[in-house]
Structure formats: structure tokens, C-alpha cells
């Protein structure tokens, strides 16, 4: 049986140093928060090689359906290129981001198990 896809880790951050945090207090006054300027967004890239194209499109597949919960303020882009699948994520909150990266990577999971469960895909 083929060893599968394995992740070869995330490339990017959020924030300098790689940090999330935005920078500022948490919490605070309203008020005082309304008259900060706007901070850039996050951004976060993960890249997973599959054996072959065709999983990295299948798993692509499996995974593109599923709708950001807060559409307008966490967006995400899945791509294929070779046997590589790439994820972008951009939001503006750093806690929305981290929790549609955890989502992510526990569907990813789930994807990958099933693929190894049920081997190499059949050609069409």
C-alpha cells in the first residue's frame, strides 16, 4: 500500500515574526478601537503533496465544498498544481483564521485516511 499524502508543512504567517496577533491590547474601549487604523489581513499558506495529481484533485474536490462560516470574513483558495494541493486563507480576525485552518486540517485528515483506506483511485 502506497504511504499516502504527507503534509510538508505550511509556508507563510500571520504578522511579524509569524505570529497571529495583530498587535494592540485585547479588549478595551470601543471607541478607542473604531479610531485605530485598519490592520492588514492574515494570510497563511499551506501546501500538501499527494502521490499523483489525480489524488491532489480528488482531495481538492472533497474539500472545496465545504463554505466558510463566516464567508465575508475568512476567504480561502484551494488549487492544484502537479501532485501539490495549495490552500490560501486570508482573513482579517486572526481567531476566525485559526479555527477555518483547524477545520481545515481535520477534514484534510479525514480525507487522506479515506484515500489510504481505499488505496490508489481507479482510472476513469
Not at 503534509?7 to 479588549?27: H, I, L, T, V
Not at 473604531?34 to 494570510?43: F, Y
Not at 481538492?60 to 462560516?69: F, I, T, V, Y
Not at 477534514?107 to 476513469?124: A, D, E, H, K
Request: proline content about 9%; overall charge positive.
Amino acid at each position: 500500500a502506497p504511504a499516502g499524502p504527507v503534509c510538508a508543512g505550511a509556508r507563510g504567517g500571520a504578522g511579524a515574526g509569524g505570529g497571529a496577533s495583530r498587535g494592540g491590547p485585547k479588549g478595551g474601549d470601543p471607541a478607542s478601537a473604531a479610531k485605530r487604523p485598519r490592520s492588514r489581513a492574515h494570510v497563511f499558506a499551506l501546501s500538501v503533496p499527494f502521490p499523483s495529481s489525480w489524488e491532489a484533485e480528488i482531495a481538492r474536490g472533497s474539500l472545496a465544498p465545504d463554505a466558510e462560516p463566516h464567508r465575508g470574513a475568512v476567504g480561502k483558495e484551494l488549487t492544484v498544481s502537479g501532485s501539490d494541493l495549495a490552500v490560501h486563507w486570508r482573513a482579517d480576525d486572526s481567531r476566525l483564521l485559526r479555527i477555518s485552518i483547524v477545520n481545515f486540517l481535520d477534514q484534510l485528515s479525514l480525507v487522506i485516511r479515506t484515500m489510504q483506506r481505499f488505496g490508489p483511485p481507479v482510472s476513469r
